[in-house]
């Protein structure tokens, strides 16, 4: 699902730096928990208004998607909620090694052709980046719809140093520890089925 180009996304991001943030200033953050590909934020300022305590951080680079996740974090005035407008690889590849315990994938594109699969967030090109920045017992909680991309990103995580915490192949909602996102709303309206699995680097 194509997200139509806004043109005042960007000047908007602009205007409102105070809720920016870089690889640099990420790694300064305490009790932080990122989501890569935020969208148009629903889940992190749900999860950023639950959990005042926690600092949630929303990785994206859809200049579109992005302003609107800005938009939502300055007008809900949450301390705890910050944009990082840039693309995941590049973030990934600049932050601290060993200090990102908390990681969320939440619907990311599952690029379903097979000469694309290395852009998948979840691939080859991406989990030598998640062994450097995650610490050690450090989380990755990924939902999707894909089944495939489930299966993919599932073996590609244990093969590579991560164990399981959990699976869930008919996803409901922990409503205690998670929140929807505007994809998954309408995904369960479909009555897709969600799957979800959630991983430790050890």
């Known amino acids: 699902m194509r997200t139509k180009f806004k043109a005042w996304a960007e000047p908007y991001i602009n205007e409102h730096q105070?809720?920016?943030v870089?690889?640099?200033s990420l790694s300064k953050i305490d009790n932080l928990y990122l989501e890569i590909g935020?969208?148009?934020g629903l889940y992190l300022i749900?999860?950023?208004s639950k959990y005042p305590d926690r600092n949630y951080v929303g990785v994206e680079r859809n200049v579109t998607c992005a302003g609107y996740l800005a938009k939502k974090i300055v007008e809900s005035e949450l301390p705890n909620a910050r944009l990082c407008f840039m693309d995941a690889e590049k973030l990934l590849s600049e932050i601290k090694e060993h200090s990102l315990k908390h990681v969320f994938l939440n619907f990311s594109d599952p690029w379903p052709k097979k000469r694309h699969n290395k852009r998948r967030l979840t691939s080859?090109?991406?989990i030598p980046l998640y062994q450097k920045v995650m610490a050690h017992g450090g989380e990755i909680i990924m939902k999707t719809?894909?089944?495939e991309l489930f299966d993919y990103s599932k073996?590609?995580?244990l093969n590579n140093g991560f164990t399981l915490i959990f699976e869930d192949l008919n996803y409901q909602l922990d409503e205690e520890n998670d929140a929807l996102t505007e994809y998954e709303i309408d995904f369960r309206k479909d009555n897709n089925p969600i799957y979800r699995i959630?991983?430790?680097y050890e």
């Open 18 to 20: 105070d809720i920016c």
């Open 22 to 24: 870089d690889a640099l």
């Open 38 to 40: 935020s969208g148009k």
């Open 46 to 48: 749900t999860m950023a």
């Open 124 to 126: 080859d090109r991406f």
């Open 145 to 147: 719809d894909n089944k």
């Open 155 to 157: 073996e590609n995580f």
């Open 198 to 200: 959630g991983v430790r």
